[in-house]
């Protein structure tokens, strides 16, 4: 029996070393190969250590109205909210970087950036994670200089192509600076993890002070090498959160230290029964305490709304144009010296912001449900809005209601994609039919649903009254009176896929190509995810300048820290031709009638004319209401953010909310623009019985606008027929 157990360990033993060996020599062939590589790829992935003091503040600028000058609204160093103290690596004693050395970094002064050995096995680790034999903290295997890389770069996704170019960064790094130069920075530059008042600690000095209140060049070897276990999980593996994991990891530092000769034996034992005692843990007054540096220290107030749009704004380019991750374009902004110069008006800003401080101006809409964690949750329905004017520029932003509390928070306007409703419809079938001469503003529909085309072969959609007329409405008709069975049936005629071609490519509104060809997106706005506030906003700018598009910015310009111009967006600065002259003329006369005759007449403005769309999705989940003066695009939302989807929003029309809080100031903003005119266009009756531009004998339906090159005459021979 004991023989074939010991045979049986015999072969299993055996079994997995061949396993572990082939799987060394893989790692390693594939080491080799990226070495290989990193020769000829070097010139792509240069890095350079930001000297820390030196290191660059960046600022953001927006336009004051009186002065005409730039005002500097946000500025940022690499210190703001994080305790980080740079030291001289010569003043602390040699135990302490050589603590860091053993316990990260063994072969340090050995290896060229990234070490073989290291990297074979954290390949294994990675491999016995993802099989579940091991658990995630226990991977590793980046050298001290990749380690440098990841904080200077920021970029710490975990992606083979990211991990890649780190190596890549790392073989960079070691040609260029001294292994000495390297760990000072590495020693000066790491996270430590938060004291108990908030202080972020980064770098020897910081940690030394918050963790034992003492200068790094005072610390014991006990101490050094307790600082030394923190950096492989500094949120977990510090002595104050944990004093048995960092312990047990100090311990594990010492005896390396031992092993290679860095420390005595003597100082070895000392060190073992030294018992640490945390700063926190003491009223030792002798001791140094983070509140005696500077006020950038501490966490700096939230970012505004527009600080917060500008920074997804310039990440967005940053991501783009040096193809890295959010997390590196943040980090550069951080430490990289630029110079942001924002299109914001502060007037516009400062009055949106007075508006949504509170909730006066939004009806109470309050949700109650059960959450995931079957806790009651009351939930307030929220709000945003954008404004933007005609050449792209955004003029003013707000992402909620309410007191702004978060940096880089949740922006309703840019990061909330909803379901538009029937805000979409000019966007789509509309827009569509005019541009293509397939629609007219009289031709004559009839208020049914349709019956084929659905799944379900049943009625579809229902009008938002629930009913249908059975009458024949006019094309300007049904728009202003939002219908929803005329929309599909033109997305019936015209074909899904050829509206959602128009409606992406020539309006630019960005829908889901995975679920928005499909009637109920495109004709009465339920789309699988939805547009943002702003790309909504911004698909309606055609319809007021004349049928050109100016890609929303906030951004004018970025200078970055050499002061040369780095950053002109290109296309928003040129307008696109998306639609006619003679197409926006029109969808401008028909959202017109939506304010003064239609579902929009809430936004009715005195003084200026104003066109606009309402939308409200299916149980008034959310309300839309998307208004354009003739100096600013302008949309607004109103809806629950979180898991309330199937609440109503009640009592509240978005026409008159988005007067109330923009609309009024539109109407009152000094400026001699107007929506421009269109001479080409025909402006005639048209018949009553066929829709089509009256001729002599027909009954007149009313007035309508027609393209000079889609104005055909009514030719029905008529007998006195009268329309409905
Ligand atoms: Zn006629």
Known sequence: MKNILRFFMIITTSLLSTILIIMIIAVICSGLGIMFVVDTMENTTKISIPEAVKEKSSYIYSINNDTGEYDLIYKVTPYTGNAHIDIDIDTLPEYIPAAFVCVEDERFYSHDGVDIKTTAFAVIKEILRCCGIISPEMTGGSTITQQLVKNITGDSEITADRKIREIFRAVNLEKKYTKDEILEKYLNIIYFGQTPDGYNMYGIEAAAIGYFGVSASDLTVAQAASLAAIPTSPNSINPIVDYTANDERKKYCLRKMFEHGIISPFQYEKALNEKLITADKTSDSSLITLSEYPDDFKNPEPTTWVIDTALSEFCDYLCEAENISRDEAMNRFMSGGYELYLTVDEKIQSHLEE????????????????????????????????????????????????????????????????????????????????????????????????????????????NYTQTYSEKLFTTNEALLNSLNTIPAQLCNRYGTQNIFDFTTSVMRLPLNENTDISYAALSVGATGTGPSLVSLANSYMPFGNGGLYYKAHIINRIKDSSSKRVYVEKDARKGIRVISEETSFIMNKMLRNVITDGTGKNALLTNKQNIGKTGTTEHYRDITFVGLTEDFVSAIWIGYENGTNSYAIKNTNSALVWKKVFGEFADNYVSDARFPECESVIYTDYCAESGMPASKGCTSGGKGFYKSDNCNYCDVKHKNLIRK
């Open 355 to 462: 508006k949504y401080s509170d909730f006066t101006y939004f009806p109470e809409n309050t949700a109650e449900y059960i959450n995931e964690n079957e806790e009651l949750v009351v939930e307030t329905a929220q709000s945003a809005i954008v404004v933007m004017n005609y050449k792209g520029q955004i003029k003013g932003i707000v992402g909620r209601i309410g007191k702004k509390t978060d940096s880089f928070g949740w922006n309703n306007a840019i990061d909330a994609h909803r379901q538009p409703g029937s805000t979409i419809k000019p966007l789509t079938v509309y827009a569509y039919g005019i541009e293509n001469n397939l629609l007219t503003w009289s031709d004559m529909f009839n208020d049914t649903p349709l019956t084929a085309g659905t799944a379900s072969e049943e009625a579809w959609p229902a």
